[in-house]
């Protein structure tokens, strides 16, 4: 008999998917700016996600999920400004984890073509640069340009970087956007 209530303790407790977590949560009738407020609380005392157990993050996936269905997608805001991280699925230094430490990431778009990630951990910034192309209204090919690292705010070295991918933007507004790259950033 124990088994079996380890067995149903082990299945209660299985990870949820983000369409299972989603009928769960009482969405109907939320207003756009209450979902955004729900990701943000969601997403609080993760570091930038790095602490989510996948209880956490299938439940911002939903609330993201709910929030992306409801905007138009051809009514998107530019890329302009600078953005905080507040959550996101991968685990390396995309999320600003630097070896057991997770700094504050934020990506600054310097024109229509360039912008910047980096990352603070006390004097410490590594920012990578690079840009941008458009494919369609969602998505964009992304190119590294160069990799910088500076130390209470001088330039130690910048290096040319390799490599890139795809983001595809599932929402944006003036004050928060949501994309896949393929990995859930917010």
Not at 6 to 27: C, D, E, H, I, M
Not at 143 to 152: A, K, N, Q, Y
Not at 167 to 172: A, D, F, G, S, T
Request: proline share 3%.
């Amino acid at each position: 008999m124990r088994w079996l209530t380890l067995a149903v303790a082990a299945a209660t407790t299985r990870a949820l998917t983000p369409t299972q977590v989603r009928s769960q949560l009482a969405l109907t009738g939320e207003t756009t700016a209450a979902l955004k407020t729900q990701i943000i609380k969601a997403a609080k005392g993760t570091r930038n996600g790095v602490d989510a157990d996948e209880r956490k993050r299938a439940t911002v996936a939903a609330l993201c999920d709910e929030l992306e269905a409801r905007q138009d997608k051809q009514l998107f805001a530019p890329l302009t400004g600078e953005h905080s991280l507040v959550f996101t699925t991968v685990q390396g230094g995309s999320s600003g984890k630097i070896g057991p430490f997770v700094g504050a990431v934020t990506q600054t778009f310097i024109d229509d073509v360039k912008f910047e990630n980096s990352v603070e951990l006390g004097p410490l910034r590594l920012a990578l640069q690079a840009k941008r192309t458009p494919k369609d209204g969602q998505t964009y090919r992304v190119d590294f340009e160069s990799l910088g690292v500076e130390l209470f705010g001088v330039k130690l070295f910048e290096k040319d970087m390799k490599g890139g991918g795809a983001w595809k933007l599932r929402y944006v507004d003036e004050d928060l956007r949501i994309m896949d790259t393929p990995s859930l950033f917010v």
